[in-house]
């Protein structure tokens, strides 16, 4: 009976050694790839991954299917025209980029409603700073779209309407007022010319634009090396009576975002008219404030922009040599920051934040987040093939 004794123990030890691996797999602290070996467990994984529920058993035996022959993407296409997808997933993926706070506790809008449109009908996602672009609810009841309050898209959220179905593609211009050619994409949206249009000196549109695009925030792109002589007049050269602390801190924003938030110059937020105001040809009075600061600075008089970063250390955010890297406006500003290396990454990053819930770690994932982000530039700039790599790379995690 001796060696039975010994192996029932044996076993019981490795059964005790094995058993945290387990818990943790279950409680999802490590991969258990294990736990999800099966065609059926992967489209269940995949689905709730990027629709939030699981599959319907119809939807299920296909996406089974798919997986099973080879093309678990085509799975995950699959599990992309679940609704959830739309009214969950893309809304809080889009939500925190509308407000400064960066909550995705904020009701429906229509830069939230314009970005889930965009995805949805695989428009490419390059112009989404620059298009002249509007999503809107088809739906019975809605009150009309207005640029000076948020009734209709508040209706589409209070009464639960099925984003992937009511919503429907037209221009800002022809709701708004402004020309085509001022319009500037989701930078030209009510609901993000109310958060960073709004006072201030329009240098915030810049700075969330930057975050929420190109995945920089000012200080992770100081560069103190670009020349300042477009750096406005509010900005004093001795703070505090210490002109280091503009030599070697303040330039370092200013020098580069100044040149670029000139292509903001004719836009402004009224908040007692709740709308976007455009004054093409003149410039908002917010560009002309604390002149005496340093009354020698650069004077604001048109839209024309420039990109400093194209030399320097923020070379590497790789800058689209097809572009020159200057112009006038937002929508110009708008392609030069979305034909960037930099912006494809971000939106890749951002999903495989949102699906694989941690960010690009290890080696591996560094790995597919590049194939991905290459694939996203070569399929024109398709955000649903980004977020089936990432779901399909991320289903056994």
């Given at each position: 009976m ?16 094995a058993?945290p ?8 602290l490590?991969p ?7 065609a059926n467990e ?7 991954r990027l ?13 089974a299917?798919?997986?099973s ?6 799975a995950a296409q699959l599990?992309?025209?679940n ?10 993926f ?6 400064r ?8 809008n ?8 965009m ?5 490419p ?9 509007l ?7 809605a ?7 948020n009734n ?8 639960g ?17 402004i ?15 109310q958060a960073f249009?709004i ?8 700075r ?6 190109l ?8 560069d ?8 406005r007049?509010?900005?004093s050269?001795?703070?505090g009576?210490?002109s280091?602390v503009?030599l070697?801190?303040c330039?370092g ?7 670029m938030?000139?292509?903001f ?14 004054t093409p040809?003149?410039t908002?009075?917010k560009?002309?404030?604390n002149?005496g ?7 604001t ?5 420039d ?8 070379s ?8 020159t ?7 110009s500003?708008?392609?030069e ?22 960010p690009p770690?290890?080696?591996?994932d ?10 996203f ?5 398709n955000m ?6 990432t ?6 995690t």
């Amino acid at each position: 009976m001796r060696p039975v004794i010994r192996t029932a123990a044996r076993r019981s030890r490795a059964a005790r050694r094995a058993a945290p691996a387990l818990l943790a797999a279950l409680l999802g602290l490590q991969p258990a790839l294990p736990l999800f070996a099966g065609a059926n467990e992967q489209a269940v994984r995949i689905h709730n991954r990027l629709a939030g529920v699981p599959p319907s058993d119809a939807v299920l035996t296909q996406m089974a299917t798919l997986i099973s022959n080879g093309n678990p993407q085509a799975a995950a296409q699959l599990a992309m025209d679940n609704s959830g997808f739309y009214n969950v997933t893309l809304r809080n993926f889009i939500a925190p980029a509308t407000n400064r706070a960066q909550s995705a506790f904020v009701p429906l809008n229509d830069y939230i409603a314009t970005v889930i449109g965009m995805i949805r009908d695989n428009v490419p996602f390059n112009t989404v700073l620059s298009g002249d672009i509007l999503y809107v609810g088809n739906t019975s009841g809605a009150p009309p779209y207005s640029p000076s309050n948020n009734n209709h898209y508040q209706y589409l959220d209070t009464n639960g309407v099925d984003l992937k179905s009511a919503l429907v593609a037209t221009t800002q211009s022809a709701n708004t007022g402004i020309p085509s050619a001022a319009t500037a994409g989701v930078i030209t949206t009510e609901a993000a010319a109310q958060a960073f249009f709004i006072a201030g000196t329009n240098r915030a549109m810049f700075r969330f634009t930057m975050i929420n695009y190109l995945c920089n925030d000012l200080p992770q792109v100081m560069d103190i090396t670009r020349p300042p002589d477009r750096i406005r007049q509010d900005v004093s050269r001795s703070p505090g009576g210490d002109s280091r602390v503009f030599l070697n801190n303040c330039i370092g924003c200013h020098a580069a975002m100044d040149p670029m938030v000139q292509a903001f110059s004719y836009y402004n937020y009224d908040p007692v008219a709740l709308e976007l105001v455009y004054t093409p040809g003149q410039t908002q009075a917010k560009y002309h404030i604390n002149t005496g600061n340093f009354p020698a600075g650069f004077v604001t008089n048109d839209d024309s922009w420039d990109n400093r970063w194209r030399s320097g250390p923020n070379s590497l955010m790789g800058w689209s040599a097809a572009l020159t890297g200057s112009g006038q406006g937002a929508k110009s500003l708008g392609q030069e920051l979305a034909s960037s290396q930099a912006f494809a990454a971000c939106q890749v990053q951002k999903v495989f934040q949102a699906i694989c819930l941690r960010p690009p770690g290890n080696a591996a994932d560094q790995a597919a987040a590049a194939q991905i982000t290459s694939d996203f530039q070569s399929s024109g700039y398709n955000m649903k093939q980004v977020f089936a790599e990432t779901a399909v790379y991320c289903m056994g995690t």
